[in-house]
């Protein structure tokens, strides 16, 4: 996914809008009813650490939402960040173009499609079964097929590729 298609939302206590991005405000024109007139949100709050999936509206597609308090260093919740994107590719999707255009191995596209859904290497070994020794082998392979040279550049091509 690339982080410029994300909708970042910036709630406070009330859940008043204090700092949308211009990906929150194209989302806003497509899906109409996200928040009120006054700046207060009015789409759906998902619990911490789960991704949920809502339709805003009966013509409108998707949008999958997580949450996450910010605290800045304080013991109480300061602000509230959402993070929105509507999906794209199926998984078997994915995994076909990129196999497609980078002749990737089985376990090159099981790490891409980890990465693309926005685990770090630590958390791609663990979802793979796999040792970070692993990933960091696969991760090579991966930056020299796609001639870049960090895991950032590396998601911003694949995600380029399935645009």
Not at 144 to 149: A, D, I, N, P, S
Request: net charge neutral; hydrophobic share 35%; with cysteine.
């Amino acid at each position: 996914m690339d982080l410029r298609s994300v909708a970042i939302i910036l709630l406070d206590h009330q859940s008043k809008i204090i700092f949308s991005n211009k990906a929150a405000q194209d989302l806003w024109e497509g899906a109409p009813g996200l928040k009120t007139e006054d700046g207060e949100w009015t789409g759906l709050v998902p619990p911490d650490d789960e991704v949920m999936e809502f339709r805003p509206s009966e013509e409108a597609g998707p949008i999958r939402v997580c949450r996450t308090y910010l605290t800045n260093g304080r013991p109480t919740v300061g602000y509230v960040g959402l993070f929105l994107h509507r999906p794209g590719y199926s998984r078997e999707q994915r995994r076909a173009r990129l196999q497609e255009r980078f002749q990737f191995t089985q376990a090159e596209l099981r790490l891409a499609d980890v990465l693309l859904e926005g685990n770090r290497p630590d958390k791609a070994a663990e979802a793979l079964g796999v040792t970070i020794h692993t990933v960091r082998t696969y991760l090579k392979r991966l930056y020299r097929k796609l001639g870049v040279h960090s895991q950032a550049a590396l998601v911003c091509e694949l995600n380029k590729l399935l645009e």
